[in-house]
């Protein structure tokens, strides 16, 4: 029986040091924040697991991408799975604003403006879908003419990554750092459907099946492996279905704010992932339900000043 603990903030209180005292106070989703920050932390010390990284695009609307591209610039994970969204925003917002706006706004009168709206992030269409096209075709340009007609989206993701050269992007550290940034559902945003529309008048290929290869070979020569999924979706599963040809994850910590109930994979805990092999039976795993923009610059900020 270990006893709880009250939060007591006197005096200089760091953010490792309020995660210890989330640990000690017993309380519901707090106590999961911190043993979260202990599963990763032994994860990324873990000089056996290859990590995976993975998240949906909306986070990257928000500031929440400065955080995301400090880990890969800081070398922490291994691979990065997400969605085509996410090179939307980073090429976006390479260049352009994003804005604060309201999840309260009248979505009719941002039509007739011209306007986007993600959550309570908000932006022009020119800061979003005229920025991408006229870079990724003139990046997709550069890239052809130097002989590359058929990337994996992994080194597509480099290829912008490298001409972004900018260090508040996401791609350009997996870029620097040859973190494969793998898109399964490559399509499925304005850089995707800036590739089919390259692809109409250029010999120009993007090939999944070596993203797939990449993973298999990482996969079947590693004897460990971890993982930090952020949110649901196609990016969360590619990532626990291919861990189970390794018999499963050995460490897993989530990030949801889905229900479990109606059956969704994005709100599925990872006890389920263990019926599929996907995690293992003795794997160290929490699941922590929380909006990401909010715990996730908290965790990040804790292991950084554990030196990780």
Sequence with gaps: MISVKDFDIKGKLTVNKLIQQMLDSGGFTSKKLAEGVDIIEKMLKDKDSLNFLSFPADIVSTGTRGILKEMVKRKWFDVVITTCGTLDHDVARTYKDYYHGSFDLDDRELKKRGINRVGNIIFPSENYGIIIERKISQF?????????????????AWEIGKRLNNENSILYWCYKNQIPLIVPGITDGAVG????????TYDFKVDVLKDEKLLSDLVWNTKKSGAVIIGGGISKHHVIWWNQFKKGLDYAVYITTAVEYDGSLSGARPREAISWNKIKENA??????CDATICLPIIVASLCERKI
């Design 284 to 289: 160290l795993t929490i699941t922590i339900e």
């Design 193 to 200: 459907y800036q590739i089919w529309q390259f692809s109409q």
């Design 140 to 156: 997709l340009k550069e890239i052809f003419n130097e002989g590359k007609k058929e990337l994996a989206t992994y080194e597509l």
